[in-house]
C-alpha cells in the first residue's frame, strides 16, 4: 500500500484545510445561536466542535478565521461582544435548513428568518435556541483562544453549559437521549455530510469495566489470519478470560464438524466458522473455537 506524506508548512492553506476537513471525520456540528450588543440575532453551524468535560459541562467550537480573505464570522465576533451563546444539535429532519443558515449573509441578517427555522427565547441567555435542534445548550462564553491571526486559524469558543433543553420525542422510556430516534448528522468533507440512523448505527462492547485479554493472548494463527479482519480480532480480544481446557473440549466434542476440523487442523474452516460466529454475535462460541486449535 501506497503512502504519500505531506509537510503542512509547504502545502498552501486550502489545501490544508481540505485535507483536514476529509480526513478527520465525521464531525459534530454546533449549530450556534448568538446575538450582538444591539440585540441582532445571528445563527450559524461549525463543525469543528463537541464536548471536552462533564464537570463542569464544556462545549468548545472554533469559527475558523476565513481562508480566502482572513476576516472574521459574525458568530465570533458576537461571542467576544456578550459572552454567551446556545449551542444547538442537529439532526436529518433538519439538516437543509442548517446548510442553508450556513450562508455569509450580512451583519444583521436573521438567519433564522432565512432558513425557515423557529427561535425560542432562551432562560439564562439572551441568545434564542433553534426549536427544530433535539437538543440545545444555553452557555456562557468563558475563554476564547485565537490559534493565530491569518486566514484557517480557528478560535477556541470555550462554552460552559448552564441550561439543557431536550425535545423529549427523542427520549425513550426512561427520560434518556434514544440515539436510534435521534438520527444525528455531521459533517464530512467538501459537501458530504453522513447520517447516524438505525440502519448505520452499530454497538461494541466498552472495556470500561472490565479488562480484555488483548489479542497479544489469541493462537498465533489467530492474530496471522487472512480470514479475520481487525475488527474480529479486536473483538475476541475483548473477551475477558480464556476458556478452560475443560470447556474447550467439551464445546468440540458437542460439534461434529467442529471436532473434525480441529484433527485435520483445518485452520481456513475454523476461521471462517469464528468469522460467522462473530457475524451472529455469538462471542462465547467464538471465543471456544479460537482456542480449539492452539
Not at 284 to 289: G, K, Q, S
Request: proline share 5%.
Amino acid at each position: 500500500m501506497a503512502t504519500h506524506t505531506l509537510d503542512p508548512q509547504e502545502i498552501e492553506i486550502t489545501q490544508l484545510h481540505g485535507l483536514l476537513l476529509s480526513a478527520v471525520a465525521p464531525r459534530p456540528i454546533a449549530f450556534a445561536s448568538t446575538v450582538d450588543g444591539e440585540g441582532n440575532i445571528n445563527l450559524s453551524p461549525f463543525s469543528f466542535f463537541n464536548v471536552f468535560s462533564a464537570n463542569p459541562p464544556i462545549l468548545i467550537f472554533s469559527p475558523a478565521r476565513r481562508v480566502r480573505d482572513n476576516t472574521t464570522k459574525h458568530t465570533l465576533e458576537n461571542v467576544l461582544e456578550t459572552k454567551e451563546v446556545v449551542i444547538n444539535t442537529v439532526n436529518f429532519p433538519m439538516v437543509e435548513q442548517m446548510s442553508l443558515a450556513s450562508t455569509e449573509y450580512g451583519k444583521g441578517v436573521n438567519e433564522f428568518k432565512k432558513a425557515g427555522l423557529t427561535p425560542i427565547s432562551s432562560i439564562k441567555v439572551k441568545a434564542p435556541r433553534v426549536k427544530e435542534s433535539p437538543v440545545s445548550f444555553e452557555c456562557i462564553v468563558e475563554n476564547v483562544i485565537a490559534m493565530g491571526d491569518e486566514g484557517g486559524a480557528g478560535n477556541l469558543v470555550i462554552a460552559k453549559v448552564v441550561l439543557i433543553h431536550v425535545e423529549d420525542s427523542y427520549t425513550d422510556e426512561k427520560g434518556k437521549l434514544d440515539t436510534t430516534k435521534l438520527d444525528m448528522v455531521a459533517r464530512m468533507g467538501e459537501s458530504w455530510y453522513t447520517r447516524a440512523n438505525e440502519a448505520s448505527l452499530f454497538e461494541i462492547p466498552k472495556p470500561i469495566f472490565t479488562q480484555g485479554i488483548g489479542v497479544d493472548k489469541l493462537p498465533s494463527h489467530i492474530s496471522d489470519s487472512e480470514i479475520l479482519t481487525g475488527n474480529n480480532l479486536g473483538r475476541l480480544g475483548n473477551v475477558e478470560k480464556i476458556p478452560s481446557e475443560k470447556e474447550i473440549t467439551q464445546f468440540v466434542e458437542s460439534d461434529g464438524a467442529l471436532r473434525k476440523m480441529v484433527a485435520d487442523k483445518d485452520i481456513y474452516a475454523l476461521h471462517c466458522r469464528i468469522r460467522i460466529y462473530i457475524k451472529e454475535e455469538n462471542i462465547t462460541d467464538a471465543i471456544l473455537a479460537t482456542f480449539s486449535i492452539k
